[in-house]
């Protein structure tokens, strides 16, 4: 071994025996800054979102807590905490049996306004949805445009225009006022022609036509399973703008027999507004909470297909 070679030897292995402490102090990794920002960002959306969801809690949280108070309670005690007799269960009653149970036929006439519009407006947009992505035809690019515009049309505008059509019809005041406009969802009809076209292979259509299966039994058969998520979210989004439709009841019906409880429930606050009417108020509110329960139960029930229906689509083969 010559004397460079052992000297240049000698000098490394000098410099691996150093100690930790000879090093230059370096400044923190960028790894480390990265994830001290991740962090604050995480906590500020945290923050963020609690406040959110506390906004949102409130009023739910005000119409449970009052709900329990008597009438006297109601006007004498904290409205964001209990206070006075339990009364939830004699509010209860009263709200069923007030006006001869007008409230029971309220609860019935929305129960058919949401199975006869709902239902009827997501069977619909499903099976013209299902058409527009796997159908080519002539004047596509025209339903298409006027799809488009019937979702950026309000309902609002559109109500009085309903009103004098049905008037000349002689339907104002039935159910048929109700029902018939709410089976037109352009918004459910968009989201099943996007879903179809993703959720539904054209090739599973065309095996099913070669084993000699028609339109209707490959509809039934192959394509409704797969189009279940999009159809749940459509009859979710459906069902929750027809149990809390009020203004084209409002203006359709006049009778109260007929009112949905949107329109019902106004009517008593109404009521509770007048002079000496402060003794219904108690059941306006109970009755707002018992109108909330059934759509949180649906909403609660329909959530798992509403996220499989969301996340359909995110990730190809």
Not at 14 to 35: C, I, L, T, V
Not at 115 to 127: D, H, P, S
Not at 134 to 139: E, Q, R, V
């Amino acid at each position: 071994m010559s004397v460079t070679q052992a000297a240049t030897g000698s000098a490394a292995a000098e410099a691996g025996r150093k100690p930790p402490h000879f090093a230059r102090p370096g400044r923190p990794g960028r790894a480390g800054s990265r994830h001290r920002a991740r962090r604050r960002h995480s906590t500020v959306l945290s923050i963020v979102m609690t406040a959110m969801l506390l906004y949102a809690l409130l009023p739910l949280f005000w119409l449970v807590v009052n709900s329990t108070k008597t009438e006297d309670a109601l006007f004498s005690t904290f409205g964001l905490w209990f206070g006075g007799k339990f009364a939830l269960w004699s509010n209860i009653h009263q709200v069923v049996t007030y006006e001869n149970g007008i409230f029971v036929r309220w609860l019935g006439n929305t129960v058919l306004y949401v199975v006869a519009g709902a239902g009827g407006a997501t069977a619909l947009a499903t099976l013209a949805g299902y058409g527009m992505a796997k159908y080519d035809f002539p004047g596509k690019r025209a339903v298409f445009a006027v799809v488009l515009g019937a979702v950026a049309v309000p309902g609002t505008a559109l109500a009085v225009p309903t009103f004098l059509l049905f008037s000349d019809m002689h339907l104002t005041n039935t159910p048929w006022a109700v029902i018939i406009p709410s089976l037109v969802s352009p918004l459910g009809l968009y989201l099943i022609w996007v879903y179809a076209t993703e959720a539904v292979p054209t090739e599973i259509l065309e095996a099913a036509r070669i084993d000699g299966a028609g339109e209707f039994r490959t509809f039934f058969a192959i394509s409704s399973r797969l189009l279940a998520p999009g159809m749940v979210t459509v009859a979710l989004f459906t069902v929750v703008a027809t149990w809390n439709n009020y203004f084209l009841p409002l203006i359709m019906l006049s009778t109260p027999n007929w009112y949905p409880l949107t329109v019902g429930l106004n009517d008593w606050n109404m009521q509770a507004s007048t002079a000496g009417g402060q003794a219904v108020y108690n059941l306006v509110i109970t009755g707002s909470l018992l109108t909330v329960i059934p759509i949180m139960v649906a909403f609660l029930i329909m959530q798992r297909y509403w996220r499989s229906g969301l996340a359909a689509g995110s990730v190809k083969a």
